[in-house]
């Protein structure tokens, strides 16, 4: 019975080893970013260009579908019909490539920001393999940590690293 109680004692000591954990929060985190917050500025910066694009062939055309009802009203009926599908249908490819341009735009930025998100995973999983920690949490919206102490935060730490990396 003795021994059981020593061996039990033992594995007791050994299960109760701390296991080093942290968490960060993960929307605090990318906020804090730059190279994050670079990526965002730069495709704000080509969105708001290609909105003027967009603005200036949509006014582009709609005085030029003006210029064609007042034209329109001289011409035969189906003259007049063949010249309106005419219309209609270099609208739609206008409308079309415009909205290919979108698409490309918004596919442009998801691969890089699913590339910073990879980049910020393996950073912290260096970091937490060369500080000791065993496990690293996520947090913040829709992370998994509901509570933590600010001593396990590792957020400002983390957010700090990685943006000596970027600036090198």
Known sequence: MKNFIVIFALALLASCQQEKIGYVDNVKLMDEYQQKIDVESKFKVKADALAKKRDSISQAFQIEAQ?????????SQTKAQEEYAAMQQKGQIIGQQLQQQDQQLQIEGQTEMDSIVSKVKEEIKAYGKSNGYTYILGGGDGGSVLYGTEAND???????????KYKK
């Open 67 to 75: 210029a064609f009802q007042a034209k329109a009203q001289s011409m």
């Open 154 to 164: 590792l957020t400002d730490e983390i957010v700090k690293l990685l943006n000596e």
